[in-house]
């Protein structure tokens, strides 16, 4: 045939909200797929964090992409760490034609609680490549320290 | 005898959008902790191949919150007809890869002239 008629996806479909559900409750059984970073299963609106607590410091780590330094709002209240910002979308005022939009925008927030042995006065952040590294060094009562023994 | 081990670096499907822009077809990966040195990309025959390798320093240390996933990133898209290989353009920013693939002019709709007797 010549000519076929074009399914239009701009007419309404009193179904469409039903078959994305099912669109991804099946894809849930398709053994050939890579877990989709996005969907009903996935942590919303607010970037990855990894805490890791050495024996000298403490490293806050947290994922970015697409921020720079005047997007983002770091500030610590007593031993509350709090990340802010705004992640921004660069086709926010035109009207663009998405084939598929996995990556989320808008402002966002994480907190986290610092313990004591934490010295935040002497805190010190790095933003490289989407990912922002957060180094506080522990305070010196914190800090393991080898007892030695006498035989007496 | 040494036990022979070998870990594979795990690799990660990168977030990405896909939008029409200026003629040109936009694809945006997120990537973070990928610097340009980092950044593999090939077109063979009709697969588009990004490979991103992430480089963050390796702390030791007991993990009180873990969210990050350690890995590399990959992503593998299939080109039609409709995109010409010539007009491929990628930059990194931020973590962010962009790749600009251009269309081919033949492709770009076109107002067909209605004449009337």
């Known amino acids: ?152 | 005898m040494a036990k022979n081990e070998t870990k594979e670096r795990r690799i990660l499907p990168a977030r990405y959008n896909i939008f029409n822009e200026d003629g040109k077809v936009f694809l945006e990966m997120e990537m973070p902790g990928v610097s340009k040195e980092d950044l593999e990309i090939k077109v063979d025959g009709n697969h588009f191949m990004v490979n991103g390798k992430k480089t963050i320093d390796k702390i030791s240390g007991k993990f009180r919150l873990h969210e990050i996933i350690d890995g590399d990133y990959q992503h593998i898209f299939t080109l039609d007809e409709t995109i010409d290989r010539d007009k491929i353009e990628a930059s990194v920013k931020n973590g962010i890869v962009t790749v600009a693939l251009g269309i081919k002019e033949s492709e770009k709709p076109r107002k067909i002239k209605i004449t009337a007797k």
């Open chain 1, 1 to 152: 045939m010549a000519i076929v008629k074009w399914k239009n996806r701009d007419m309404y479909d009193p179904w469409e909200g039903f078959r994305s559900l099912q669109d991804e409750i099946n894809e849930l059984f398709d053994i050939d797929r890579t877990p989709s970073p996005s969907g009903l299963f996935d942590r919303n609106l607010s970037p990855a964090v990894d805490v890791v607590e050495g024996d000298q410091n403490f490293i806050i780590r947290c994922e970015l992409p697409g921020l720079d330094q005047s997007d983002l709002d770091l500030s610590v209240v007593s031993n509350v760490l709090t990340i802010k910002g705004e992640k921004k979308d660069r086709n926010k005022e035109k009207q663009t034609v998405y084939f598929k939009k996995e990556c989320w925008s808008g402002s966002f927030q994480r907190t986290i609680s610092l313990p004591n042995s934490a010295d935040t006065e002497k805190i010190s952040a790095v933003l490289k490549d989407g990912i922002l590294s957060i180094e506080l060094p522990k305070k010196e009562e914190a800090k393991p320290k080898q007892i030695s023994v006498k035989i007496s």
